[in-house]
């Protein structure tokens, strides 16, 4: 069974840091990897998907990683800004279905 | 356009009544995706929708859980019995097709936060 596993659970920095959020999963085989952003009584809203044959997604100031090898994927913001502060799901597509982690709650103060 | 919506966006029931969650899907979109995203955890799957027949329902949780589809739209996620255990944000999405190596992500609804007293 896929497990999915983020860290940190939380993270709390001052505006204009770059900073990077770390994803695990168990099982290799998977068909892509998404990255997501989830506002307080909000939907999710998809940041970034790789591809399993990719290595990397960018997107503004946003980087997402994948080694698909190791079950490894990070998310690198580059100066965060307060409107960056939600919490940051990692998720993993199997045939049909996404396996999700718990999620990295990130804070960014002015 | 219209993205996913859910409706009732918040629903408060006392343990034991039956419960509804509807789902609207982006129109066109084959595939529907049922979550369940309980406090402190993150999003467990519970069912989808290929078309109106559901090929993986692993995740429900227990038989009082059920769900159907309808005119290849339309969802309804039933819950019989209602326990407290089953609080939680049930969340919907959809996307083109469900299967296969695709680049398309899933869309999701805003959810429906689910109180049972």
């Known amino acids: 069974k896929q497990e999915v596993t983020q860290i940190p659970a939380a993270l709390s920095v001052p505006e204009g840091e770059n900073l990077v959020l770390n994803c695990s999963f168990t099982?290799?085989?998977?068909?892509?990897l998404q990255w997501f952003r989830q506002d307080p009584g909000k939907g999710l809203t998809s940041l970034l998907l790789?591809?399993?044959?990719?290595r990397e997604q960018t997107s503004g100031r946003l980087n997402a990683s994948l080694d698909k090898s190791s079950g490894r994927s990070t998310l690198y913001i580059a100066a965060s800004q307060p409107g960056d502060s939600a919490t940051y799901l990692c998720?993993?597509?199997?045939?049909?279905?996404?396996?999700f982690g718990k999620g990295t709650m990130l804070l960014v103060s002015p | 356009g219209a993205g996913v919506s859910q409706s009732p966006s918040n629903k408060v029931t006392e343990k034991g009544k039956d419960v509804e969650l509807r789902c609207d899907p982006i129109?066109?979109?084959?595939?529907l995706y049922w979550y369940r995203q309980s406090l402190g955890q993150g999003l467990e799957f519970l069912i989808y929708?290929?078309?109106?027949?559901?090929?993986?329902k692993s995740g429900l949780p227990s038989d009082r859980f059920s769900a159907e589809r309808t005119g290849g739209s339309v969802s309804t996620l039933t819950i019989q019995r209602t326990q407290q255990e089953d609080s939680a944000v049930y969340l919907c999405?959809?996307?083109?097709?469900?299967?296969?190596?695709?680049?398309?992500?899933?869309?999701f609804g805003p959810g429906t936060r689910l109180l049972v007293l």
């Open positions: 999405a959809s996307r083109t097709v469900a299967r296969g190596n695709t680049q398309e992500t899933q869309y």
């Open positions: 099982d290799s085989a998977i068909y892509n």
């Open positions: 790789i591809q399993s044959s990719q």
């Open positions: 998720a993993v597509s199997g045939y049909s279905t996404l396996t």
């Open positions: 129109s066109g979109h084959t595939a």
């Open positions: 929708f290929q078309g109106n027949s559901a090929p993986d």
